[in-house]
């Protein structure tokens, strides 16, 4: 046997443990999954408090919402972004939320996160037209994007929110 053929599985030995390391540091922005919220304000000092601190119910999984990031601007917009954390008290998903917005500016608003999110992931896997909204959901490795626009016609108000979370085992397994 030649020296190139007994590299070789040394090499993808290599590889395959960079990916799964890599795999482990995935998250939101600079902040990986399962990070503590003393580790986040080390990287976000701005991070405060949630004032109407609340439960986020996705994928059927009940998440924290305690803490935020009061300004992140995304597709040219000013967002904010409730930190989402586990049993564990873990970042285990991030929420960016817009504030009220008019019908028009919010369906706007989702078409333009819509095609910035297909242009970097692919077509969405899953989506619906509700009644008074629209879901898009992509379903990655290192994590599970849900896209989604909601109005109230007789206010003219609507929400455009991006929701990414630590793909669950079973998210893993539509890939």
Not at 111 to 136: V, W
């Amino acid at each position: 046997m030649n020296n190139s053929a007994s590299i070789r599985p040394i090499l993808l030995s290599l590889f395959l443990i960079s990916l799964i390391c890599k795999a482990q540091e995935n998250g939101w922005q600079d902040l990986n999954w399962g990070m503590s919220i003393e580790e986040i304000r080390e990287r976000h000092p701005n991070v405060a408090r949630n004032d109407d601190t609340n439960t986020y119910k996705q994928e059927g999984k009940t998440y924290l919402a305690e803490w935020r990031i009061d300004s992140y601007e995304l597709a040219g917009h000013q967002f904010y972004a409730d930190l989402l954390m586990d049993d564990a008290y873990k970042l285990a998903g991030v929420a960016v939320k817009s504030p009220d917005l008019s019908k028009d500016a919010g369906s706007t608003l989702f078409n333009n996160i819509e095609s910035l999110l297909t242009r970097k992931y692919g077509q969405p896997e899953a989506s619906d037209d509700l009644q008074t909204g629209k879901i898009q959901k992509w379903f990655l490795p290192e994590v599970t994007i849900k896209l989604t626009y909601y109005y109230i016609e007789i206010l003219n108000e609507s929400w455009v929110n991006v929701i990414y979370l630590q793909p669950l085992i079973e998210d893993l397994e539509k890939l």
